[in-house]
């Protein structure tokens, strides 16, 4: 390191100083952050080599809230596994349980009445305000917003959690959807309640687009932050709101039509960029398009029993085979591949994460940005490391 | 122009802030614990036993150990012996009942498995949340006594619930004391009239209504 001697600089004339200065490398410097961050959404670890302030390589770390959750859903029955899936991604155990149920009925070949696709198409769009509303949250908090948009995503959320648990007895582990329909019937005024939400969810919208989306700060922090072209995203498999504001068109609402959501008229928003903003944005958009799909739901929600009648709880078993069923989460694909040997439990036991195999492709997206930047990307991406870990 | 983006967000903040002075909208905070939220009834917490009388929970309990929710508890937080004599339920039926129950509170998800899978409405999930305590251990291991509570706090918590498990346990006794007097009918039959060989006509036309009812 001699040329970085300050006397040899302070001695040097004027151009001279600026080569030393070009010279003047430090070593790489190797971050650790977390697994004990506040930005890393969770127990994860980014272990991030930077040049100055620019990230030059990136290795996420996880595994530390690893609970065995595939294994545990070999040991116990198909029925026991229904309150586990709550605690994958904790945000949105709706829509954890409904790919849970769609798969375990498509191996026993159960069919749902129809009260039940309609009320399991309400569940899973409320989870999806509920979950991209936290997201902006979240990630302003990234930005160094400290408070504001998050109290106010939260204030919006504590109303959906509020509805959950008048339904389903908790919060967020709500546990709702069997084999062959949901477990309870709405209460009196809850619907009244959910429309009351729905209605006033587009005003609230608004007001958080006001507040955030022209915001000069945020667009400074995430227009060209972290772009993620077309061809990478697809073949490293992601999916969800990421895809989609990469401009690839596809989801899985439109691509299986599972459930009723082929009678639901909305359209898929997708993005132009595929930068941060964009991931923003996407999530803004699709949350418009959920009212849309939430309105008449609510309208139309059929009477009628809300479980086949023919379901069984005790002594579950399901014919040998194997299945697969994911729907579109808020995060993207989520979905259950199970092998039945005809036991009451599963012979294997499989969750397809979306937040985890997006997050695979972090280390692509951070490179070449400052670290501060990094924190706002991996906010972007939306993980929740109980799904990421399981 | 550059700054009109940050000044629409502040009238959002400041519409906020002077709102939640006087608009009830953004009154969204409780003052726990000095006032309280009114739980949905819905809510749910660890389960409790169901006593049939609150004077003698332990020789009440509705639970007759048959071990199906200790089954299929997902976390495996129950812990049921059964009794080694019987003795009588609600219905004066002979039953094994609970000589150890136990769940532990720090392993239980309150998932409300054991509740849907029983199938004498034994177990039930309670309401109370202010479980802390100072012994981890025992503290949080609930024995029999500790989880019994009687029927009448079971329809006070969950009155829908609890008005449908009523109506078909009074639906099982009713079939129950059929049966009892149809097992009984044909005895005293024969014995009122024994040299007739008509009289058991009379019990066959009598028998059928039970199940019929049951059904």
């Given amino acids: 390191m001699s040329a970085a001697d300050p006397s ?20 790489l410097l190797e971050v650790s952050m977390g697994p004990h961050h506040p930005s890393t959404h969770g127990v ?216 009723f959501y082929p009678r639901f008229a909305f359209r898929v928003p997708l993005g132009a960029h595929g930068d941060t903003y964009d991931r923003y944005m996407i999530r803004m958009l699709e949350m418009r398009e959920s009212i849309r799909i939430l309105e008449p739901a609510l309208r139309d929600l059929p009477a009628g029993p809300i479980i086949d009648p023919k379901a069984r709880l005790r002594g579950f078993r399901a014919k040998p085979g194997e299945a697969y069923g994911r729907i579109e989460g808020p995060k993207g694909e989520i979905g259950f591949y199970l092998i039945s040997t005809g036991g009451p439990n599963p012979y294997r036991y499989r969750v397809r994460p979306p937040s985890f195999v997006n997050l695979t492709i972090l280390e692509d997206l951070c490179l070449g940005h400052s670290i501060a930047d990094a924190v706002v990307i991996l906010g972007s991406i939306d993980i929740v490391l109980g799904e990421v870990d399981r | 122009m550059i700054g009109t983006g940050l000044l629409k967000g502040l009238a959002v903040t400041a519409r906020n802030f002077l709102g939640s002075f006087h608009d009830p909208r953004r009154f969204v905070t409780t003052q726990y614990p000095e006032e309280r939220t009114v739980l949905p009834e819905a809510y749910r917490n660890f389960p409790f036993l169901v006593s049939e009388s609150a004077d003698d929970p332990m020789g009440t309990l509705r639970c007759v ?34 000589a150890v129950f136990a769940i532990d509170t720090s392993v239980c998800m309150s998932c409300q498995i054991c509740v849907e899978v029983c199938p004498f409405d034994a177990i039930k999930m309670d309401q109370v949340f202010e479980l802390a305590t100072t012994n981890r251990f025992g503290g949080l291991l609930l024995d029999r006594e500790a989880l019994a509570k009687p029927d009448s706090y079971f329809h006070r918590i969950h009155p829908t619930e609890a008005a449908e498990v009523e109506a078909r346990l009074a639906a099982g006794r009713k079939a129950a004391q059929d049966k009892a007097r149809a097992a009984a009918a044909p005895k005293a039959a024969p014995a009122a009239s024994a040299p007739s060989v008509q009289p058991p006509a009379a019990p066959v036309a009598e028998a059928p209504p039970p199940p019929g009812t049951a059904a």
């Fill in chain 1, 8 to 27: 040899l600089l302070a001695s040097a004339p004027g151009p001279q100083i600026r080569a030393v200065r070009d010279e003047f490398h430090g070593d």
């Fill in chain 1, 44 to 259: 994860f670890r980014m272990m991030a080599t930077l040049d100055g302030e620019t990230v030059v390589k990136l290795k996420p770390v996880f595994g530390y809230l690893h609970r065995n959750h595939e294994k545990i859903g070999e040991n116990t029955t198909y029925l026991g596994s229904m309150p586990y899936t709550d605690r994958l991604d904790y945000f949105c155990a709706m829509t954890n349980n409904w790919a849970y149920a769609l798969a375990v009925e498509r191996l026993a070949g159960q069919a749902v009445p129809e009260r039940a696709e309609y009320l399991r198409v309400i569940l899973a769009e409320l989870t999806r305000l509920l979950n991209h509303t936290c997201l902006a949250g979240f990630l302003l908090q990234d930005c160094g917003a400290s408070g504001t948009p998050l109290m106010y995503a939260f204030r919006e959320r504590e109303k959906i959690l509020d509805l959950f648990e008048s339904l389903s007895g908790s919060r967020m582990m709500c546990n709702y959807q069997r084999f062959g329909g949901c477990r309870v019937d709405p209460p009196p005024g809850w619907l009244e309640a959910a429309g009351r939400l729905v209605g006033g969810y587009g005003g609230f919208l608004d007001e958080y687009e006001a507040l955030l989306t022209g915001n000069e700060i945020l667009m400074a922090r995430t227009q060209g932050i972290g772009r993620l072209a077309a061809p990478l995203a697809i073949s490293a498999g992601v999916t969800g709101p990421m895809l989609r504001a990469s401009g690839v068109d596809y989801d899985l609402r439109k691509v299986d039509g599972y459930g």
């Fill in chain 2, 65 to 98: 150990a048959c071990q199906i929710c200790e089954k299929e508890c997902p976390p495996q937080c129950i812990l049921i012996e059964k009794s080694a004599d019987k003795k009588p339920d609600a219905n004066g039926k002979m039953q094994i009942y609970p």
